[in-house]
């Protein structure tokens, strides 16, 4: 039968029991926070007290309550549960000498801790002021389904905690044989806290897979957990590429301060040298700012292909340097930046953040209040290339250079975006004002399809001109939306002024087909009637809402097409997501002009049973004046959109989602006059715990004002397929119907598990025209849970 039970204050004349509860919460928490080895998992909660709530009470249960006051002891004997702030201490006995000053918990005692860790040890025994005590057989299993075990743990005049024959494991025991030993553990003969130090040491470290040690480190040291900054050499990482040979990366970490640190060091590859590497961080009260630079003096440039701008350097070298400030609650500044001797360093010795073709080099200042937003910046466009004169795409040309691909990149200098929405009603609508400006500069002109004759052809594109030119935007619209009798009837007035400055090179010639750099002017004002006929029924099982969509816009021609440089509304596609939109180039430098009208609907459906069906069709009509999308411009944006008749080609659209994983989608341009398809996509995709699968498939009728003379038919697909609880396999494919050439595809294995991944991975890409490789590769990837992930990706190609 029970004992009573009796509520007890945490106070200091209950020392006894709060010092059990002390050392065993220490020891619990130590072994549960989460760190990634059990060394690390004992960590900063043995270096004080264990955390006491001078308001929370004691509950104390026992079957009996002993006072031997021959020996001054106090036992809490049989079935003893002590709870107090959330955690909860059970034994078979507890023991209080007065004498001694000592506690003593033994027979299956356990802890469980407010997170839900469970902590199981033999005996616990203790000091009650905390700085002498012994735990027996500890076991811990915490919150996160880790486990640490000791066969003892041990605390020294409070500053020095020492666990014996430690064990750490992410890994579930096994259900039916839970004594063969995890999938992997790390073991260690001793592992020494040090309060005054704030080091944890390792004494005859290993690691293991299924209890057959295959890594020893004999004693090394760290950092405790609770400190997150400290000097010291991190983990070695190696390295492996044909050209640059096996690599070994040292880096040292000296803190400086708590909110700046320097690290330096740098990787030795056996064929090209010393990569020297440093690196400055620094956090200031309203944002963080780095500096790194990099450099090496190659060995063996002829390691290289020949045809390379990394056979042709020895000295090669970077400024690096990112930063992000937050002036204020709406303001925001940063930059971006990437400074090398040449224009593939980065990317050739993989520099962190680095390393990929293509970096943004940029500088910007950011502002969001309510509806309002400004933002400007310059922009470098950066194409980390390893040929002097490659050019895949535009031959023949007439200045060859250095890196001509990355001539033929248009940097923004400056780019400003500015956006304003009137907070109280004019007029009983909203007027908005936007603000564009931006200038461009390019070193080298970019053509595709260039002939190098003078007039320009037909199909000539104009990517670029070199030189410089910009271009200034103001543009205002009123809009107002009123509901009659049902229908939402909405009116605009906008519009929209446009100064443009020019300063190309080479004038009317092969590379520049203007004439002049004469300042240009442009204006569009524009009125937009638009009405909207919602009908919704509903049948007790689908909810239907039909809407048809007419609207007029009327506004004069477009003028200065094709006098200036298009440098954002190059890409056009004409769909039911643009139908209506009031102006459907993409950028500012291309206007809609002339009279048209939008007509179409959108009908959609909500089932009960979640699933969901949407349709959408319309048609664009050119009602007077200049079809703007009929007229070429540099790039010929707009021809062949199916927008330059007078009557366009009909678009539409359908969706559906089942609501149980299965999604199909389909949607299509169609000939205004034979309604022969001129462009089209179709998608699934399904997904269950099980797989998950998609396909697309792809149709693009030809566009000789674009260079293509032949249809284009492309399919794409994908499939991650659960092959058991932990094995799966995947793979993706890109296959060009045309050419007969699957430019893109890759394939692999993967397991995962609840401590443990490991997947590999096969990827080629060649191109889609010629069908030459690109690149081949296998990516590695290998993780231990709670510890970390380690990734390498090995080239298969003949050189980097």
């Not at 203790?126 to 486990?147: K, P, Q, W, Y």
Request: proline share 4%.
């Amino acid at each position: 039968m029970r004992g009573p039970t009796f509520p007890i204050r945490a106070r200091a004349r209950n020392r006894a029991w709060l010092a059990i509860i002390g050392l065993t919460l220490s020891l619990a928490m130590a072994a549960t926070s989460g760190k990634p080895a059990f060394a690390q998992s004992a960590g900063a909660s043995m270096f004080g007290a264990a955390p006491s709530n001078p308001q929370a009470q004691m509950l104390l249960e026992a079957d009996q309550l002993v006072y031997d006051n021959d020996q001054n002891v106090v036992s809490a004997v049989g079935n003893v549960v002590i709870s107090y702030d959330n955690y909860t201490l059970t034994a078979k006995r507890v023991t209080y000498s007065r004498a001694s000053g000592r506690v003593i918990a033994n027979g299956d005692v356990e802890i469980i801790e407010p997170n839900g860790s469970h902590v199981f040890a033999e005996e616990i025994d203790v000091t009650d002021d905390f700085r002498d005590g012994f735990v027996s057989s500890l076991h811990v299993e915490t919150a996160e389904n880790t486990r640490f075990a000791a066969e003892s743990a041990e605390r020294r005049e409070g500053e020095i905690a020492i666990f014996n024959q430690g064990v750490y494991t992410a890994c579930e025991p096994c259900r039916e044989h839970p004594e063969k030993p995890p999938l992997w553990q790390i073991r260690a003969n001793r592992v020494i806290i040090n309060n005054h130090t704030r080091r944890i040491e390792y004494e005859g470290a290993s690691f293991e897979l299924w209890g057959h040690p295959i890594a020893y480190l004999p004693r090394f040291s760290h950092a405790d957990p609770s400190i997150k900054r400290q000097s010291g050499f991190l983990i070695p990482i190696p390295s492996f590429t044909e050209t640059l040979g096996f690599g070994i990366k040292g880096t040292y970490f000296w803190a400086l301060a708590p909110n700046y640190d320097l690290t330096f060091g740098g990787t030795y590859y056996t064929n090209q040298g010393f990569l020297g590497e440093a690196e400055w961080r620094h956090r200031t009260y309203n944002g963080t700012y780095n500096l790194k630079i990099a450099g090496i003096d190659q060995k063996n440039p002829n390691d290289f292909s020949a045809s390379t701008i990394d056979t042709r350097e020895t000295g090669r070298y970077a400024v690096m340097s990112t930063g992000k400030f937050q002036i204020n609650p709406r303001w925001q500044f940063g930059w971006n930046g990437l400074w090398q001797t040449d224009g593939d360093f980065a990317r050739t010795y993989g520099l962190r953040h680095y390393s990929g073709r293509d970096v943004t080099n940029e500088m910007y200042l950011t502002g969001l209040a309510g509806k309002n937003f400004f933002d400007f910046r310059a922009q470098q466009f950066l194409v980390q290339d390893d040929q002097y004169d490659q050019n895949q795409y535009y031959l023949n040309s007439p200045k060859p250079g250095i890196n001509k691909l990355q001539n033929q990149q248009g940097n923004a200098l400056p780019i400003l975006d500015y956006n304003r929405v009137s907070d109280y009603p004019v007029g009983g609508g909203e007027v908005s004002v936007d603000v564009n400006i931006r200038n461009t500069h390019r070193q080298d002109w970019q053509i595709a399809n260039y002939n190098g004759l003078t007039p320009r052809a037909v199909n000539e594109q104009f990517h670029g001109i070199e030189g410089d030119n910009g271009r200034a935007t103001l543009e205002a619209e009123w809009r107002r939306s009123e509901i009659f009798d049902g229908a939402v009837v909405t009116a605009s007035l906008s519009a929209q002024a446009d100064g443009i400055w020019l300063n190309t090179h080479s004038l009317n010639s092969a590379s520049n087909p203007l004439t002049s750099n004469n300042s240009l002017w442009r204006a569009m004002p524009a009125g937009m009637l638009e009405i909207r006929y919602p009908l919704i029924a509903k049948d007790g099982y689908t909810t239907h809402l039909f809407e048809p969509i007419a609207q007029v816009i009327v506004r004069p021609n477009e003028t200065q097409i094709g006098k200036f440089p298009n440098e954002d509304a190059q890409s056009f596609v004409f769909d039911t997501t643009n139908l209506f939109e009031r102006n459907k180039f993409s950028g500012y430098d291309r206007v809609e002009g002339g009279t048209r009208a939008n007509l179409g609907f959108r009908y959609s459906a909500s089932y009960l049973n979640g699933a969901t069906l949407d349709i959408a069709a319309g048609q664009s009509f050119q009602l007077h004046g200049q079809n703007s999308y009929a007229q070429a411009d540099l790039v010929n944006a707009g021809l062949e959109s199916g927008l330059e008749t007078s009557r366009s080609d009909y678009v539409a659209s359908a969706s559906i989602n089942s609501g149980h994983g299965l999604m199909a989608g389909v949607s299509g341009r169609f000939d205004e006059g034979n309604a022969q398809l001129r462009r089209g996509e179709a998608t699934l995709a399904y997904s269950v715990p099980a797989m998950a699968l998609a396909g697309s498939y792809v149709y693009i009728d030809q566009q000789p004002n674009y260079g293509y003379t032949d249809d284009r038919h492309e399919v794409n697909g994908s499939a991650s397929v659960k092959l058991t609880d932990n094995w799966r396999g995947f793979a993706s494919f890109s296959y060009d119907l045309e050419n007969n050439n699957l430019y893109q595809h890759n394939f692999g294995l993967a397991y995962d598990d609840s401590c443990f991944s490991l997947s590999i991975a096969y990827n080629q890409q060649e191109d889609r025209y010629t069908g030459d490789t690109i690149s081949t590769s296998l990516l590695f990837r290998f993780g231990l849970r709670t510890i970390g992930d380690y990734n390498y990706k090995y080239s298969l190609d003949d050189e980097q």
